[in-house]
């Protein structure tokens, strides 16, 4: 027998040592999803425990531990789903990692709603059923809890199909579904859900068409002329300030409702005072970012980086104030029905319950929040940071032009509508270049019709399953919840 060559034996080890490591490797990728759906299992747990300590344990608390769990479940799919408009065209630009996205987003997230989330909710989620119209408060904490399961039901498999849908709508569908289950059609305020069906169109068009003006802008005031780092020094302080104002009224407005109430009028003052300081501040620090920039689109990508970045916090700060109500609302409602065995229209919420939500969206965008960053940051159209800035700063202005007229929006809509409007005005203003060249071509050398159609710069599937899920998210919240409802009555709570 011939002794085999020592070098042969240690090429077959390093083999096999390499198949256990891709082995390894794949095993831990399919076991990924179960990993976050067993995290977001621990979390809901302790959050029903917490509320069953909190609530001293007694048998009658039992619906409060069990809507506890359903809180807990909607804000995680909350942070799993509509975190995504605020830090997706960020990360799309590649203005920041996906980590760094999710570290930012998760703190600013948990402080928007720990320090400035609303301590009064409207628990008949602003206006759609009357509370008068319930037989009892116990057919109220039914219909509350079964709003709050179905909408997170209803996200969750939105998330699932890789669809961004405002939280809002769906705990508005849930709150019409399980009223209509309680009491008859007649309990809903249809004028309400009008305006509301009416925000469908409002809030992404809108969005859409502020976000492409200012796209032109910047093509016609800085990329499109001669000098661009000279047009860049005099006009990116001119958006950073306006990005400031935005932000600040948006904040002052949406923000600092539970320090002190603020108009529409004072907003935009603070606002005015905001965008002037920041304009003046910046305009030295662009002078000096700029200094031995070469004159190329490329260049200017480098002074939107930073402004970008610190209107994705902004915007997950003010996302946390305001749309964690969506989570821990309902939640509230049954903890003071249950309590004072009765309801009111607003109720304080225990720091308990925002607390619950405030780590529950934070949990469910650390576990779930990468895919539906991903899709809103670079699957819908293709973003540089002037085109996410763009983006961000749409948000903040269409959120305060809506409130000032007074019409309900969803941060959602608004926010993907501003992707998808600078995706469509590329096609356009691509398509209008392609025409200008071809003219001065030989018919030979034009570029063919089909050609030019078949680039296109939005894809279109996307559009299409965003586009539906928007129509239907209300209705099927609503029939989850009226199904959520005959269901929990049945087992009685």
Same mark, same amino acid.
């Given at each position: 027998?011939?002794q *085999?060559?020592?070098?042969? *034996?240690?090429?077959? $080890?390093?083999?096999?040592?390499?198949?256990?490591?891709?082995?390894?490797?794949?095993?831990?990728?399919?076991?990924r999803?179960?990993?976050?759906?067993g995290?977001?299992?621990v979390?809901?747990?302790? &959050?029903?425990? &917490?509320?069953a300590? @909190?609530?001293?344990?007694?048998?009658q608390?039992l619906?409060?531990?069990?809507?506890a769990?359903f809180g807990?479940y909607?804000?995680?799919n909350?942070g799993?789903?509509?975190?995504?408009?605020?830090?997706?065209?960020?990360?799309? !630009?590649?203005? #920041?990692?996906?980590?760094g996205a999710?570290?930012?987003?998760?703190?600013?997230?948990?402080?928007g709603?720990?320090?400035?989330?609303?301590?009064v909710?409207?628990?008949?989620?602003k206006?759609?059923?009357?509370?008068?119209?319930?037989?009892n408060?116990q057919t109220?904490?039914? %219909?509350?809890?079964?709003?709050l399961?179905s909408?997170a039901?209803?996200?969750?498999?939105?998330?699932?199909v890789?669809?961004?849908?405002?939280?809002?709508?769906s705990v508005?569908?849930?709150? =019409?579904?399980?009223?209509?289950a309680? !009491?008859?059609?007649?309990?809903?305020?249809?004028?309400?859900?009008?305006?509301?069906?009416?925000?469908?169109?409002?809030?992404?068009?809108?969005g859409?068409?502020?976000?492409?003006?200012?796209?032109?802008?910047?093509?016609?005031r800085i990329?499109?002329?001669?000098?661009?780092?000279?047009?860049?020094?005099?006009w990116?302080?001119?958006?950073?300030?306006l990005?400031?104002? %935005?932000?600040?009224a948006?904040?002052?407005?949406?923000?600092?409702?539970? @320090?002190?109430?603020?108009d529409?009028?004072t907003?935009?003052?603070?606002?005015?005072?905001?965008?002037?300081?920041?304009?003046?501040? /910046?305009?030295?620090?662009?002078r000096?970012?700029?200094?031995?920039?070469?004159?190329?689109?490329k260049? $200017?990508?480098?002074?939107f980086?930073?402004?970008?970045v610190?209107?994705?916090a902004?915007?997950?700060? &003010?996302?946390?104030?305001?749309d964690? !109500?969506?989570?821990?609302?309902?939640?509230?409602?049954?903890?003071?029905?249950? *309590?004072?065995s009765?309801?009111?229209?607003?109720? %304080?919420?225990?720091?308990?319950?925002?607390?619950?939500?405030?780590?529950?969206?934070s949990?469910?965008?650390?576990?779930?929040?990468?895919? @539906?960053?991903?899709?809103?940051?670079? *699957?819908?159209?293709?973003?540089?940071p002037?085109?996410?800035y763009c983006?961000a700063?749409?948000?903040?202005?269409?959120?305060?032009?809506? /409130?000032?007229?007074? $019409?309900p929006v969803?941060?959602?809509h608004?926010?993907?509508?501003?992707?998808?409007?600078?995706?469509?005005?590329r096609e356009?203003?691509?398509?209008?270049?392609?025409?200008?060249v071809?003219?001065d071509?030989?018919?030979?050398?034009? =570029?063919?019709?089909?050609?030019?159609?078949?680039?296109?710069?939005?894809?279109?599937?996307?559009?299409?399953?965003?586009?539906?899920a928007?129509?239907?998210?209300?209705?099927?919240? !609503?029939? #989850?919840?009226? #199904?959520?409802f005959?269901l929990?009555?049945q087992?009685?709570?």
């Amino acid at each position: 027998m011939t002794q *085999q060559d020592p070098s042969y *034996q240690w090429k077959t $080890l390093d083999r096999d040592l390499n198949r256990l490591s891709r082995f390894e490797a794949a095993s831990m990728y399919t076991a990924r999803p179960l990993v976050g759906v067993g995290a977001s299992l621990v979390f809901v747990t302790l &959050a029903a425990l &917490a509320a069953a300590v @909190l609530t001293g344990g007694e048998p009658q608390s039992l619906v409060v531990v069990v809507a506890a769990a359903f809180g807990a479940y909607m804000a995680i799919n909350i942070g799993a789903n509509d975190v995504a408009n605020n830090m997706g065209p960020a990360v799309g !630009a590649k203005a #920041l990692s996906m980590a760094g996205a999710i570290v930012i987003a998760a703190v600013c997230e948990s402080a928007g709603a720990l320090l400035a989330g609303g301590d009064v909710v409207s628990t008949i989620s602003k206006g759609i059923i009357d509370p008068a119209g319930l037989a009892n408060a116990q057919t109220f904490i039914w %219909a509350m809890m079964a709003a709050l399961l179905s909408a997170a039901i209803w996200v969750n498999i939105a998330t699932w199909v890789g669809a961004p849908v405002s939280t809002t709508h769906s705990v508005v569908g849930g709150v =019409m579904g399980a009223g209509i289950a309680a !009491a008859g059609l007649a309990t809903v305020s249809w004028p309400t859900m009008g305006a509301i069906a009416a925000s469908w169109v409002i809030s992404p068009v809108l969005g859409g068409v502020i976000a492409a003006a200012m796209l032109a802008f910047i093509k016609w005031r800085i990329i499109y002329v001669e000098d661009k780092i000279a047009a860049a020094r005099t006009w990116v302080p001119v958006l950073i300030g306006l990005m400031a104002a %935005a932000f600040a009224a948006y904040l002052a407005l949406k923000g600092l409702k539970r @320090l002190v109430k603020i108009d529409i009028v004072t907003a935009l003052a603070i606002g005015a005072m905001a965008g002037l300081v920041f304009t003046a501040l /910046s305009r030295p620090l662009i002078r000096r970012q700029s200094i031995g920039l070469e004159n190329r689109n490329k260049s $200017l990508k480098v002074l939107f980086r930073v402004p970008l970045v610190v209107s994705a916090a902004l915007l997950s700060f &003010a996302h946390g104030a305001n749309d964690v !109500a969506n989570a821990v609302g309902p939640l509230a409602a049954v903890v003071y029905a249950q *309590q004072a065995s009765g309801v009111a229209g607003e109720v %304080a919420i225990p720091l308990w319950v925002m607390v619950i939500g405030a780590v529950g969206i934070s949990v469910g965008l650390v576990l779930f929040g990468p895919k @539906l960053i991903g899709m809103v940051g670079s *699957q819908i159209t293709k973003l540089n940071p002037m085109r996410a800035y763009c983006v961000a700063l749409s948000a903040a202005v269409t959120v305060i032009a809506a /409130s000032w007229l007074g $019409l309900p929006v969803s941060s959602t809509h608004i926010a993907v509508g501003g992707v998808f409007g600078v995706g469509f005005f590329r096609e356009w203003h691509a398509e209008r270049r392609a025409r200008t060249v071809n003219k001065d071509r030989a018919p030979a050398a034009r =570029m063919p019709k089909q050609e030019r159609a078949r680039r296109k710069l939005v894809r279109r599937s996307h559009f299409m399953t965003i586009i539906a899920a928007w129509v239907i998210t209300v209705p099927a919240a !609503a029939l #989850l919840s009226a #199904l959520c409802f005959v269901l929990l009555r049945q087992i009685g709570f």
